[in-house]
Every structure is written in structure tokens, then in C-alpha cells.
């Protein structure tokens, strides 16, 4: 069994950053994928990133590449997404993910969820 806590959420102006941070319970943190999904209100959750559980191999949406940051810490049983250049569209609640050995671009099939740290960029 692993719990997720996700944090680091808050307000902040276009064009500035935040670091989200995920800490997971659990021994065998370091055998999961873990992620990022967001949703927006009146939107369906969808991905933003994910990396393997050594840190070999990241994922990203499109719409993130370039700004946003995938790592993870498995001596801290921590996953973290640095956000720089954060622009009023990227307003969502930012949740946590945790997937048992495979890598993930989709929802369907995740193993563990956090329950969400809200992200809101002003203009």
C-alpha cells in the first residue's frame, strides 16, 4: 500500500514558478512511475509528466515541455514538479499519481492517487 500526499500548491502571477511536492508512504517507492495529472473546472484530469522509478526516463505534455520539471528523490520517497514560466492556463488541481512498474501517459490504470494541491496563476 502507498499513500501520496501532494503539496506545494498556491497562488502566484504569470510567469512565475512553484515547486509541487509528492511525499509517498511506503517501501517500494522506488518500483513505482510516479506523475503528475491536472484538472481544471468543467475539465476532464489529464497528464503533465511522468518518470520511470529511477529517474531514467521522463514524459511530458506538450503544453509543459519547456517549462516544467519532472524528479524524484526515492531516498526521500519524494517526487517533485518544478513549474517555471506559469501562465494563467495552467490554473488546475495538480494531483500525484503512482503506477506499479510501468511508465504512463494516461490515467486509466494508475495504482495510487494524492488527493490534490490547488495550483492559480493570476494575470
Known amino acids: 500500500q502507498v499513500q501520496l500526499v501532494d503539496s506545494g500548491g498556491g497562488l502566484v502571477q504569470a510567469g512565475g514558478s512553484l515547486r509541487l511536492s509528492c511525499a509517498a508512504s511506503?517501501?517500494?517507492?522506488?518500483?513505482?512511475?510516479m506523475g503528475w495529472f491536472r484538472q481544471a473546472p468543467g475539465k476532464e484530469r489529464e497528464f503533465v509528466a511522468a518518470?520511470?522509478?529511477?529517474?531514467?526516463?521522463?514524459y511530458y505534455a506538450d503544453f509543459v515541455k519547456g517549462r516544467f520539471t519532472i524528479s524524484r528523490d526515492n531516498a526521500k520517497n519524494t517526487v517533485y514538479l518544478q513549474m517555471n514560466g506559469l501562465k494563467p492556463e495552467d490554473t488546475a488541481v495538480y494531483y500525484c499519481?503512482?503506477?506499479?512498474?510501468?511508465?504512463?501517459?494516461?490515467?486509466?490504470?494508475?495504482?495510487?492517487w494524492g488527493k490534490g494541491t490547488q495550483v492559480t496563476v493570476s494575470s
Open positions: 511506503g517501501r517500494t517507492f522506488s518500483s513505482y512511475a
Open positions: 518518470i520511470s522509478w529511477n529517474g531514467g526516463s521522463t
Open positions: 499519481a503512482a503506477r506499479a512498474r510501468y511508465m504512463f501517459t494516461e490515467r486509466d490504470n494508475m495504482d495510487y
